[in-house]
Nanobody, 124 residues
Framework: QVRLVESGGDMVQPGSSLRLSCAASGRILNTYAMGWFRQAPGKEREFVAAITWIGGAPYYAKSAQGQFTVSRDTAKNTVYLQMNNLKPEDTAVYYC?????????????????WGQGTQVTVSS
């Protein structure tokens, strides 16, 4: 079992940057990839980005490419999501989750061990 705790969410102005963290504890070595998802009010949870745990290969939703960067620090068992040039439409609760086997893709089904989420609000 893996436990995930997200942090770093905040209320910021448009154009700002934030870095979210997802700290993992437990049997992280059984993880193939870790993903970031977000859920805006009244909308379904959607894929943002993911990164393979061993190789560090990132992949992104089209909406996140060029604006968000996912990375991980295996020594700290932590995955990060660097978000730049934030827009009001980026407002959401951001969650991380683990995927045990390839392919992980961008749907919710392969992911588990969801964290509690961290709120990001972008508003002027």
């Amino acid at each position: 079992q893996v436990r995930l705790v997200e942090s770093g969410g905040d209320m910021v102005q448009p154009g700002s940057s934030l870095r979210l963290s997802c700290a993992a504890s437990g049997r992280i070595l059984n993880t193939y990839a870790m993903g970031w998802f977000r859920q805006a009010p009244g909308k379904e949870r959607e894929f943002v980005a993911a990164i393979t745990w061993i190789g560090g290969a990132p992949y992104y939703a089209k909406s996140a490419q060029g604006q968000f960067t996912v990375s991980r620090d295996t020594a700290k068992n932590t995955v990060y999501l660097q978000m730049n040039n934030l827009k009001p439409e980026d407002t959401a609760v951001y969650y991380c989750a683990t995927c045990r086997h390839s392919p992980c893709g961008s749907t919710l089904d392969p992911y588990s061990n969801w964290g509690q989420g961290t709120q990001v609000t972008v508003s002027s």
